[in-house]
């Protein structure tokens, strides 16, 4: 999951960013009202994290211009300001939903796994396929009777191709779903990476979930 958060203050940006991180998620960062509004409009992300309260203009703005351009990625408004004049405000533009600081990052979290959950209604805290599990809330999987332990990025590359079953991705939709602006596009670090899951998910197992096609990209799943 990609993640955009448009915050101000350096510290508190790089707080949540270095915590998302370390929880498996894609996160980049913008410092002002118009570079966070023309990023969220143009970048294929998950989720927004959008302070009220930013130097250039207000959080409101960017969230009423981006539901203006029709930009329907969540957005999660963070504000030091507890008026329920100001959270009515940023709802009635467009908001999803809205935290006030200061927070813990286990409420931010939460509230992150619930807006992703919204329009997937099927969903609950586990994703699934053939007999492997992925558990979104211990971070955990399980193939048949076997744990894997997963690094971060493995868990957040897992998690997308399991949220896409039967596609055939190419390695740009993965490095935009999965990995920030720092990604290298002449890189082969998701194949590495798809390499690393190959060996600790289908090696051992009577049924192969990953298949490299050959000039497009990879499918997840279960070959007929």
């Not at 079953?165 to 190419?170: D, G, H, I, T, Y």
């Amino acid at each position: 999951m990609r993640v955009l958060i448009i915050e101000d203050n350096p510290k508190m940006a790089g707080a949540i960013q270095k915590g998302l991180r370390a929880h498996g998620y894609a996160a980049d960062v913008s410092h002002s009202g118009y570079e966070g509004e023309d990023l969220a409009s143009v970048e294929p992300y998950d989720l927004v994290i959008l302070d009220l309260m930013l130097p250039d203009r207000d959080g409101v703005d960017v969230c009423r211009n981006l539901r203006r351009r029709c930009v329907d990625t969540p957005i999660l408004m963070l504000t030091a300001l507890s008026g329920t004049d100001d959270k009515v405000a940023g709802l009635d533009a467009g908001a999803d939903d809205y935290l006030t600081k200061p927070f813990e990052f286990e409420e931010l979290l939460a509230r992150m796994r619930a807006l992703l959950r919204r329009g997937e209604a099927t969903e609950g805290r586990t994703l699934r396929c053939d007999d492997l599990e992925l558990d979104l809330y211990t971070r955990s999987a399980r193939r048949g009777e076997k744990e894997i332990e997963l690094s971060n990025k493995e868990f957040a590359l897992l998690e997308y191709l399991m949220r896409n079953p039967n596609r055939v991705l190419s390695r740009t939709q993965i490095a935009e779903k999965v990995w920030d602006m720092n990604y290298e596009p002449g890189s082969n670090v998701i194949d590495v990476y798809v390499s690393a899951l190959r060996k600790k998910l289908d090696r051992g197992f009577e049924r192969e979930l990953f298949h490299t096609i050959k000039g497009a990209g990879y499918r997840f799943g279960v070959m007929d």
